[in-house]
Protein backbone atom coordinates (compact mmCIF):
# COMPACT_ATOMS: atom_id res chain seq x y z
CA UNK A 1 0.00 0.00 0.00
CA UNK A 2 1.37 3.59 -0.45
CA UNK A 3 1.68 6.25 2.49
CA UNK A 4 -0.48 9.31 1.28
CA UNK A 5 -0.38 12.30 3.42
CA UNK A 6 -2.31 16.00 2.71
CA UNK A 7 -5.25 16.95 1.25
CA UNK A 8 -6.25 18.23 -2.33
CA UNK A 9 16.98 40.48 -0.86
CA UNK A 10 18.71 42.25 -0.44
CA UNK A 11 17.00 44.41 2.37
CA UNK A 12 15.15 41.40 4.67
CA UNK A 13 13.74 41.90 7.91
CA UNK A 14 12.74 38.54 8.67
CA UNK A 15 15.25 36.11 10.38
CA UNK A 16 14.83 32.14 11.81
CA UNK A 17 14.32 34.30 15.64
CA UNK A 18 10.70 34.12 14.53
CA UNK A 19 10.51 30.23 14.21
CA UNK A 20 10.46 27.15 16.82
CA UNK A 21 14.19 27.06 18.57
CA UNK A 22 16.94 26.16 16.34
CA UNK A 23 18.96 23.89 18.64
CA UNK A 24 16.88 23.12 21.87
CA UNK A 25 16.71 19.54 22.04
CA UNK A 26 13.64 19.95 24.50
CA UNK A 27 11.90 21.57 21.89
CA UNK A 28 12.14 18.38 19.32
CA UNK A 29 9.15 16.10 18.89
CA UNK A 30 10.92 12.72 18.45
CA UNK A 31 7.89 11.10 17.48
CA UNK A 32 7.72 13.47 13.81
CA UNK A 33 10.44 12.12 11.67
CA UNK A 34 12.72 15.58 11.22
CA UNK A 35 10.58 17.55 12.96
CA UNK A 36 11.78 20.45 14.93
CA UNK A 37 10.81 23.57 17.25
CA UNK A 38 8.42 21.15 19.10
CA UNK A 39 6.27 21.05 15.87
CA UNK A 40 4.60 18.01 14.74
CA UNK A 41 5.39 17.24 11.01
CA UNK A 42 2.17 17.66 9.45
CA UNK A 43 2.75 14.95 6.52
CA UNK A 44 4.56 12.02 8.81
CA UNK A 45 2.37 12.90 11.97
CA UNK A 46 -0.93 11.99 10.44
CA UNK A 47 0.00 9.90 7.34
CA UNK A 48 -2.33 7.01 6.76
CA UNK A 49 -2.05 4.27 4.37
CA UNK A 50 -4.72 4.36 1.16
CA UNK A 51 -5.01 2.58 -2.18
CA UNK A 52 -3.02 5.37 -5.08
CA UNK A 53 -5.82 5.13 -7.18
CA UNK A 54 -8.55 5.39 -4.61
CA UNK A 55 -6.52 8.20 -2.44
CA UNK A 56 -7.15 10.20 -6.38
CA UNK A 57 -3.53 9.86 -7.04
CA UNK A 58 -2.82 9.54 -10.76
CA UNK A 59 1.22 9.81 -9.88
CA UNK A 60 3.82 10.22 -8.34
CA UNK A 61 6.60 12.70 -8.93
CA UNK A 62 10.11 11.29 -7.76
CA UNK A 63 12.49 14.71 -7.38
CA UNK A 64 16.21 15.25 -6.99
CA UNK A 65 18.70 18.39 -7.28
CA UNK A 66 20.94 18.51 -9.78
CA UNK A 67 24.63 20.22 -9.74
CA UNK A 68 22.26 24.29 -10.79
CA UNK A 69 20.24 23.37 -7.99
CA UNK A 70 17.55 22.85 -10.82
CA UNK A 71 14.76 20.37 -9.68
CA UNK A 72 14.67 17.32 -11.97
CA UNK A 73 12.01 14.49 -12.07
CA UNK A 74 10.51 11.46 -13.09
CA UNK A 75 6.59 10.80 -12.64
CA UNK A 76 5.66 7.05 -12.31
CA UNK A 77 1.85 5.82 -12.65
CA UNK A 78 0.34 5.61 -8.95
CA UNK A 79 -0.35 1.92 -9.50
CA UNK A 80 3.57 1.36 -10.45
CA UNK A 81 4.78 3.70 -7.21
CA UNK A 82 5.35 0.33 -5.15
CA UNK A 83 7.79 -1.20 -7.78
CA UNK A 84 9.53 1.91 -8.32
CA UNK A 85 10.14 2.09 -4.34
CA UNK A 86 11.48 -1.54 -5.04
CA UNK A 87 13.82 -1.41 -7.78
CA UNK A 88 13.69 2.56 -8.25
CA UNK A 89 13.24 4.19 -11.88
CA UNK A 90 16.17 4.44 -14.69
CA UNK A 91 18.04 7.50 -15.30
CA UNK A 92 21.46 8.56 -17.26
CA UNK A 93 24.34 9.58 -15.04
CA UNK A 94 24.93 12.45 -17.73
CA UNK A 95 22.17 14.39 -15.24
CA UNK A 96 25.32 14.73 -12.84
CA UNK A 97 26.75 16.95 -15.74
CA UNK A 98 24.03 19.03 -16.98
CA UNK A 99 24.13 22.44 -17.23
CA UNK A 100 22.20 25.42 -16.24
CA UNK A 101 20.50 25.48 -19.90
CA UNK A 102 20.37 22.13 -20.23
CA UNK A 103 23.91 21.53 -22.33
CA UNK A 104 25.37 18.35 -21.48
CA UNK A 105 29.33 18.89 -20.75
CA UNK A 106 31.38 15.80 -21.50
CA UNK A 107 34.74 17.43 -19.93
CA UNK A 108 34.45 15.13 -16.53
CA UNK A 109 35.89 12.23 -17.85
CA UNK A 110 33.94 9.66 -15.65
CA UNK A 111 31.11 10.58 -17.32
CA UNK A 112 32.51 11.14 -20.23
CA UNK A 113 30.45 9.07 -22.75
CA UNK A 114 26.71 8.81 -23.13
CA UNK A 115 26.40 5.10 -22.26
CA UNK A 116 25.56 3.72 -18.77
CA UNK A 117 22.40 3.92 -16.24
CA UNK A 118 21.72 4.63 -12.66
CA UNK A 119 18.41 4.05 -10.63
CA UNK A 120 16.02 6.80 -9.11
CA UNK A 121 15.00 5.68 -5.40
CA UNK A 122 12.12 7.35 -3.78
CA UNK A 123 12.43 8.24 -0.08
CA UNK A 124 9.52 6.46 0.62
CA UNK A 125 9.11 8.13 4.15
CA UNK A 126 8.90 11.56 2.47
CA UNK A 127 6.22 10.96 0.29
CA UNK A 128 3.21 14.05 0.11
CA UNK A 129 -0.01 14.21 -1.76
CA UNK A 130 0.38 17.89 -3.34
CA UNK A 131 -2.41 20.41 -2.11
CA UNK A 132 -1.98 22.30 -5.25
CA UNK A 133 -1.62 19.31 -7.79
CA UNK A 134 -4.23 16.92 -5.92
CA UNK A 135 -3.67 14.64 -8.68
CA UNK A 136 -0.62 14.02 -8.12
CA UNK A 137 1.86 13.40 -4.91
CA UNK A 138 5.70 14.30 -4.30
CA UNK A 139 8.78 12.38 -2.93
CA UNK A 140 12.39 12.84 -3.45
CA UNK A 141 14.87 11.04 -4.90
CA UNK A 142 17.96 9.30 -4.21
CA UNK A 143 20.74 8.19 -6.61
CA UNK A 144 22.04 4.86 -6.85
CA UNK A 145 24.44 2.82 -9.00
CA UNK A 146 22.13 0.04 -10.90
CA UNK A 147 23.50 -2.60 -8.98
CA UNK A 148 21.63 -0.47 -5.92
CA UNK A 149 25.21 0.63 -4.43
CA UNK A 150 26.02 4.00 -3.91
CA UNK A 151 26.47 6.58 -6.08
CA UNK A 152 29.17 9.27 -5.80
CA UNK A 153 27.17 12.02 -7.57
CA UNK A 154 24.23 11.52 -5.61
CA UNK A 155 23.94 15.02 -3.70
CA UNK A 156 21.37 13.91 -1.31
CA UNK A 157 24.26 11.11 0.19
CA UNK A 158 26.73 13.78 0.28
CA UNK A 159 24.54 15.39 2.84
CA UNK A 160 23.61 12.36 4.49
CA UNK A 161 27.14 11.35 5.17
CA UNK A 162 28.31 15.04 6.61
CA UNK A 163 25.41 14.68 8.83
CA UNK A 164 26.72 11.73 9.96
CA UNK A 165 29.90 12.80 10.44
CA UNK A 166 28.76 15.72 13.19
CA UNK A 167 26.37 13.17 14.80
CA UNK A 168 29.75 10.59 15.35
CA UNK A 169 31.16 13.56 16.97
CA UNK A 170 27.90 14.47 19.14
CA UNK A 171 27.15 17.13 17.46
CA UNK A 172 23.35 17.72 16.30
CA UNK A 173 22.75 20.42 13.44
CA UNK A 174 19.46 22.53 12.30
CA UNK A 175 18.90 24.59 9.11
CA UNK A 176 15.95 26.57 8.00
CA UNK A 177 15.70 29.12 5.00
CA UNK A 178 14.02 32.27 4.23
CA UNK A 179 12.89 32.16 0.50
CA UNK A 180 12.77 35.11 -1.54
CA UNK A 181 11.45 35.02 -4.68
CA UNK A 182 9.64 37.49 -7.54
CA UNK A 183 6.03 36.98 -8.61
CA UNK A 184 5.37 38.36 -12.12
CA UNK A 185 2.12 38.62 -14.30
CA UNK A 186 1.56 35.13 -16.41
CA UNK A 187 2.73 35.36 -20.18
CA UNK A 188 5.83 37.07 -19.48
CA UNK A 189 8.31 35.45 -22.25
CA UNK A 190 11.92 36.33 -20.74
CA UNK A 191 12.66 38.51 -23.73
CA UNK A 192 11.78 41.80 -22.05
CA UNK A 193 11.27 43.74 -19.17
CA UNK A 194 9.10 41.28 -16.60
CA UNK A 195 5.61 42.87 -15.19
CA UNK A 196 5.97 42.42 -11.53
CA UNK A 197 2.85 42.39 -9.64
CA UNK A 198 3.54 44.81 -7.44
CA UNK A 199 5.25 47.84 -7.68
CA UNK A 200 4.50 49.61 -4.45
CA UNK A 201 6.05 50.27 -0.90
CA UNK A 202 8.17 47.39 0.18
CA UNK A 203 7.04 45.35 3.22
CA UNK A 204 3.50 46.89 3.52
CA UNK A 205 -0.07 45.42 3.61
CA UNK A 206 -0.78 46.72 0.17
CA UNK A 207 1.70 44.62 -1.35
CA UNK A 208 -0.25 41.66 0.05
CA UNK A 209 -3.29 42.55 -0.55
CA UNK A 210 -2.14 42.81 -4.36
CA UNK A 211 -1.51 38.73 -4.15
CA UNK A 212 -3.95 38.13 -1.63
CA UNK A 213 -5.71 34.82 -3.03
CA UNK A 214 -2.12 33.54 -3.95
CA UNK A 215 -1.41 33.96 -0.21
CA UNK A 216 -4.03 32.58 1.04
CA UNK A 217 -3.81 28.97 -1.17
CA UNK A 218 0.28 29.35 -0.52
CA UNK A 219 -0.20 29.49 2.79
CA UNK A 220 -2.76 26.76 2.99
CA UNK A 221 -0.66 24.65 0.58
CA UNK A 222 2.48 24.71 2.47
CA UNK A 223 0.70 23.80 5.52
CA UNK A 224 -0.78 20.81 3.52
CA UNK A 225 2.29 19.78 2.46
CA UNK A 226 4.01 20.01 5.64
CA UNK A 227 6.25 23.11 5.21
CA UNK A 228 6.32 24.87 8.25
CA UNK A 229 6.21 28.05 7.97
CA UNK A 230 7.26 31.28 10.26
CA UNK A 231 5.96 34.25 8.26
CA UNK A 232 5.24 35.90 4.90
CA UNK A 233 6.02 39.19 3.60
CA UNK A 234 6.49 41.47 0.53
CA UNK A 235 9.91 42.27 0.27
CA UNK A 236 12.25 44.96 -0.67
CA UNK A 237 12.28 44.42 -4.67
CA UNK A 238 9.24 45.24 -7.33
CA UNK A 239 7.19 41.92 -7.22
CA UNK A 240 9.39 40.24 -4.46
CA UNK A 241 8.38 38.10 -1.74
CA UNK A 242 9.58 36.01 1.31
CA UNK A 243 8.48 33.11 3.58
CA UNK A 244 10.56 31.34 5.95
CA UNK A 245 10.94 27.92 6.86
CA UNK A 246 11.18 26.59 10.17
CA UNK A 247 13.83 24.91 11.12
CA UNK A 248 14.55 21.17 10.78
CA UNK A 249 17.42 18.61 10.52
CA UNK A 250 19.43 19.39 7.21
CA UNK A 251 18.26 16.50 5.09
CA UNK A 252 14.35 17.61 6.16
CA UNK A 253 15.17 20.68 5.51
CA UNK A 254 16.61 20.17 1.91
CA UNK A 255 13.62 18.31 0.83
CA UNK A 256 11.35 21.11 2.60
CA UNK A 257 13.06 23.65 0.01
CA UNK A 258 12.51 21.49 -2.88
CA UNK A 259 8.75 20.81 -2.15
CA UNK A 260 8.50 24.22 -1.10
CA UNK A 261 9.55 25.97 -4.25
CA UNK A 262 6.97 23.28 -6.33
CA UNK A 263 4.37 24.48 -3.88
CA UNK A 264 4.93 28.46 -4.89
CA UNK A 265 5.08 27.40 -8.79
CA UNK A 266 1.66 25.46 -8.43
CA UNK A 267 0.07 28.45 -6.06
CA UNK A 268 1.28 30.70 -8.72
CA UNK A 269 -0.05 28.97 -11.51
CA UNK A 270 -3.38 28.80 -10.38
CA UNK A 271 -3.99 32.80 -9.81
CA UNK A 272 -2.14 33.44 -12.85
CA UNK A 273 1.14 34.31 -11.96
CA UNK A 274 4.00 33.45 -12.57
CA UNK A 275 7.06 32.55 -9.79
CA UNK A 276 10.70 32.73 -10.04
CA UNK A 277 13.50 32.61 -7.42
CA UNK A 278 16.61 33.08 -9.60
CA UNK A 279 19.29 35.01 -7.95
CA UNK A 280 18.67 38.00 -10.33
CA UNK A 281 15.38 38.49 -12.62
CA UNK A 282 15.94 41.86 -13.36
CA UNK A 283 20.04 43.16 -13.89
CA UNK A 284 20.12 46.20 -11.61
CA UNK A 285 17.30 45.66 -8.85
CA UNK A 286 17.63 43.54 -5.87
CA UNK A 287 17.90 39.76 -6.13
CA UNK A 288 16.27 36.56 -4.45
CA UNK A 289 18.60 35.49 -1.34
CA UNK A 290 17.69 31.64 0.01
CA UNK A 291 19.17 32.79 3.07
CA UNK A 292 20.72 29.73 4.99
CA UNK A 293 20.36 29.59 9.16
CA UNK A 294 22.17 26.77 10.41
CA UNK A 295 22.69 25.86 14.32
CA UNK A 296 24.53 23.56 16.37
CA UNK A 297 24.30 21.93 19.85
CA UNK A 298 25.76 18.94 21.97
CA UNK A 299 23.73 16.98 24.33
CA UNK A 300 20.44 19.38 23.36
CA UNK A 301 22.43 22.73 24.12
CA UNK A 302 23.30 24.90 21.83
CA UNK A 303 26.81 26.08 21.08
CA UNK A 304 25.62 29.12 19.70
CA UNK A 305 24.14 30.69 23.27
CA UNK A 306 24.93 30.29 26.48
CA UNK A 307 28.74 30.94 26.61
CA UNK A 308 31.77 33.66 27.39
CA UNK A 309 32.57 34.59 24.00
CA UNK A 310 30.72 37.57 22.01
CA UNK A 311 27.57 37.37 22.47
CA UNK A 312 27.11 34.60 24.27
CA UNK A 313 29.12 32.19 22.18
CA UNK A 314 30.52 29.41 23.33
CA UNK A 315 34.21 28.08 22.71
CA UNK A 316 32.81 25.27 19.76
CA UNK A 317 30.19 27.85 19.37
CA UNK A 318 32.69 30.63 18.14
CA UNK A 319 34.68 27.57 16.36
CA UNK A 320 31.88 26.42 14.47
CA UNK A 321 31.51 29.76 13.18
CA UNK A 322 35.38 30.39 12.60
CA UNK A 323 34.88 27.58 10.68
CA UNK A 324 32.13 28.66 7.85
CA UNK A 325 34.38 32.13 8.31
CA UNK A 326 37.62 30.19 7.23
CA UNK A 327 35.98 28.47 4.46
CA UNK A 328 33.63 30.81 3.41
CA UNK A 329 35.14 31.35 -0.41
CA UNK A 330 34.41 27.65 -1.24
CA UNK A 331 31.06 27.18 0.60
CA UNK A 332 29.57 30.11 -1.56
CA UNK A 333 31.40 28.40 -4.53
CA UNK A 334 28.47 25.70 -3.68
CA UNK A 335 25.89 27.80 -2.37
CA UNK A 336 25.60 30.55 -5.10
CA UNK A 337 27.46 29.38 -7.83
CA UNK A 338 26.16 30.40 -10.57
CA UNK A 339 26.12 33.94 -13.24
CA UNK A 340 23.08 35.11 -11.84
CA UNK A 341 24.68 34.74 -8.45
CA UNK A 342 27.69 37.17 -9.33
CA UNK A 343 25.94 39.35 -10.89
CA UNK A 344 23.55 39.34 -7.57
CA UNK A 345 26.21 39.26 -5.04
CA UNK A 346 27.38 43.19 -4.73
CA UNK A 347 28.48 45.41 -1.88
CA UNK A 348 25.60 47.57 -0.28
CA UNK A 349 22.69 45.12 -1.23
CA UNK A 350 22.78 42.76 1.76
CA UNK A 351 23.49 39.54 0.19
CA UNK A 352 27.27 39.07 1.41
CA UNK A 353 29.90 40.42 -0.24
CA UNK A 354 32.51 40.29 2.02
CA UNK A 355 34.38 37.30 3.78
CA UNK A 356 33.25 38.51 7.82
CA UNK A 357 31.00 37.96 10.48
CA UNK A 358 28.81 40.37 12.44
CA UNK A 359 26.23 40.34 14.89
CA UNK A 360 22.77 41.27 13.03
CA UNK A 361 24.74 42.65 10.71
CA UNK A 362 22.73 42.30 7.84
CA UNK A 363 25.47 43.45 5.30
CA UNK A 364 27.91 40.80 6.72
CA UNK A 365 28.64 37.19 4.75
CA UNK A 366 27.41 35.62 8.35
CA UNK A 367 25.06 37.27 10.31
CA UNK A 368 24.99 36.07 13.82
CA UNK A 369 21.69 36.22 15.13
CA UNK A 370 22.03 36.06 19.19
CA UNK A 371 20.12 34.65 21.81
CA UNK A 372 17.76 37.34 23.54
CA UNK A 373 15.38 36.77 26.92
CA UNK A 374 12.68 37.07 24.93
CA UNK A 375 13.37 34.15 22.38
CA UNK A 376 15.32 32.13 24.30
CA UNK A 377 18.80 30.51 24.08
CA UNK A 378 17.75 27.71 21.50
CA UNK A 379 17.33 30.52 19.00
CA UNK A 380 20.44 31.51 18.30
CA UNK A 381 21.71 30.74 14.86
CA UNK A 382 24.66 31.45 11.90
CA UNK A 383 22.64 32.80 8.57
CA UNK A 384 24.68 32.78 5.29
CA UNK A 385 23.41 35.35 3.08
CA UNK A 386 25.21 34.27 0.42
CA UNK A 387 23.02 31.53 -0.62
CA UNK A 388 20.33 31.20 -3.18
CA UNK A 389 18.21 28.70 -5.71
CA UNK A 390 21.21 27.81 -7.90
CA UNK A 391 22.54 25.80 -5.22
CA UNK A 392 21.62 22.56 -4.88
CA UNK A 393 20.48 22.66 -1.63
CA UNK A 394 22.21 19.28 -0.42
CA UNK A 395 25.39 20.40 -1.49
CA UNK A 396 25.27 24.08 0.05
CA UNK A 397 23.88 22.50 3.27
CA UNK A 398 27.37 19.71 3.30
CA UNK A 399 29.79 22.42 2.20
CA UNK A 400 28.24 24.65 5.22
CA UNK A 401 28.13 21.48 7.58
CA UNK A 402 31.92 19.92 6.68
CA UNK A 403 33.41 23.83 7.67
CA UNK A 404 31.77 24.45 10.76
CA UNK A 405 32.68 20.87 11.96
CA UNK A 406 35.84 20.92 10.62
CA UNK A 407 35.97 24.10 12.62
CA UNK A 408 34.97 22.75 16.15
CA UNK A 409 37.36 20.05 14.95
CA UNK A 410 40.64 22.32 14.96
CA UNK A 411 39.32 24.76 17.82
CA UNK A 412 39.10 28.05 15.65
CA UNK A 413 38.56 31.02 17.23
CA UNK A 414 36.25 33.60 15.57
CA UNK A 415 37.83 37.31 14.89
CA UNK A 416 35.56 40.36 16.31
CA UNK A 417 32.72 40.96 14.81
CA UNK A 418 32.26 43.63 12.38
CA UNK A 419 29.49 45.82 12.89
CA UNK A 420 29.93 48.03 9.75
CA UNK A 421 29.81 47.94 6.20
CA UNK A 422 33.30 47.15 5.16
CA UNK A 423 32.38 47.92 1.84
CA UNK A 424 33.05 51.73 2.52
CA UNK A 425 36.28 51.07 3.97
CA UNK A 426 39.58 51.31 1.96
CA UNK A 427 41.50 48.21 1.05
CA UNK A 428 44.16 49.12 3.95
CA UNK A 429 41.59 49.03 6.45
CA UNK A 430 39.62 45.45 4.92
CA UNK A 431 43.06 44.24 4.44
CA UNK A 432 44.35 44.92 8.42
CA UNK A 433 40.66 43.26 9.51
CA UNK A 434 41.26 40.21 7.23
CA UNK A 435 38.14 41.16 5.08
CA UNK A 436 38.64 40.39 1.48
CA UNK A 437 35.91 40.39 -0.98
CA UNK A 438 34.65 37.34 -2.26
CA UNK A 439 34.77 35.78 -5.46
CA UNK A 440 33.38 37.63 -8.33
CA UNK A 441 34.23 35.77 -11.30
CA UNK A 442 33.68 31.79 -12.11
CA UNK A 443 37.25 31.11 -12.54
CA UNK A 444 37.90 32.48 -8.92
CA UNK A 445 34.97 30.76 -7.19
CA UNK A 446 36.49 27.72 -8.92
CA UNK A 447 39.79 28.42 -7.53
CA UNK A 448 38.71 28.52 -4.21
CA UNK A 449 36.46 25.04 -4.43
CA UNK A 450 39.74 23.54 -5.74
CA UNK A 451 42.19 24.41 -3.16
CA UNK A 452 39.86 24.28 -0.38
CA UNK A 453 40.57 20.27 0.53
CA UNK A 454 37.98 20.44 3.17
CA UNK A 455 35.18 20.94 0.92
CA UNK A 456 36.07 19.02 -1.59
CA UNK A 457 36.78 16.17 0.84
CA UNK A 458 33.14 16.91 1.92
CA UNK A 459 31.51 16.82 -1.45
CA UNK A 460 33.85 14.13 -2.65
CA UNK A 461 36.31 14.26 -5.67
CA UNK A 462 34.21 12.76 -8.16
CA UNK A 463 31.24 15.36 -7.66
CA UNK A 464 33.08 17.93 -7.26
CA UNK A 465 34.86 17.19 -10.50
CA UNK A 466 31.44 17.58 -12.63
CA UNK A 467 30.26 20.42 -10.80
CA UNK A 468 33.01 21.94 -11.89
CA UNK A 469 32.44 20.94 -15.33
CA UNK A 470 29.15 22.23 -15.08
CA UNK A 471 30.46 26.09 -13.84
CA UNK A 472 32.53 25.58 -16.75
CA UNK A 473 30.21 24.87 -19.53
CA UNK A 474 28.29 27.44 -17.90
CA UNK A 475 30.31 30.39 -18.32
CA UNK A 476 31.78 29.32 -21.58
CA UNK A 477 28.03 29.52 -22.81
CA UNK A 478 27.91 33.12 -21.70
CA UNK A 479 31.29 34.34 -23.40
CA UNK A 480 29.94 37.18 -25.63
CA UNK A 481 26.92 38.13 -24.29
CA UNK A 482 26.01 41.35 -21.86
CA UNK A 483 24.96 41.16 -18.11
CA UNK A 484 21.43 41.78 -18.73
CA UNK A 485 20.93 38.79 -21.15
CA UNK A 486 22.85 36.26 -19.30
CA UNK A 487 19.83 37.58 -16.36
CA UNK A 488 17.27 36.53 -18.55
CA UNK A 489 18.80 33.42 -19.88
CA UNK A 490 18.90 32.14 -15.90
CA UNK A 491 15.11 33.96 -14.91
CA UNK A 492 12.73 31.01 -15.63
CA UNK A 493 15.04 27.96 -14.44
CA UNK A 494 14.27 28.37 -10.82
Not at 243 to 251: M, S, T
Not at 344 to 352: H, K, V
Request: with cysteine.
Amino acid sequence: MLDVAGSGAQQTETDQRDLPAAGAADQRDPAASGAAGGQRDPVRGRAAQADPVAAGVAGVTIVWADNNGIPRSRTVPAGQYDAAVERGVGITPLFAVFDSHDGITFEHAPLGTPSGDIRLMPVADRLVRLAGQPGFAWVPGRQVAADGSAWPYDQRGVLERQVARAAALGLDLLAGYEMEFHLSRAGDDGDGDVRPVYDGPSYGPAKMLAVDAFAEQLLRDLDRNGVPVGQFHGEYGPGQFEFNIAPADPVTAADRQLLARQTVHAAARAHGLRASFAPLVTLGQVGNGWHLHTSVSRAGANLLSGGDGPEGLTAEGGAYLAGLLRDLPAIVAVSAPSLSSLQRRRPGYWCGAYTFWGVENREASLRFVPATPLLGAGHANVELKPSDASANPYLALAAVIAAGVAGVEDGLTPPDPVREDPGGWSEERRAAHGIRRLPVTVEEQLAELRSNERIRAALGEELVGAFIAVRESDAARATGRDAADVVRSYRWLY
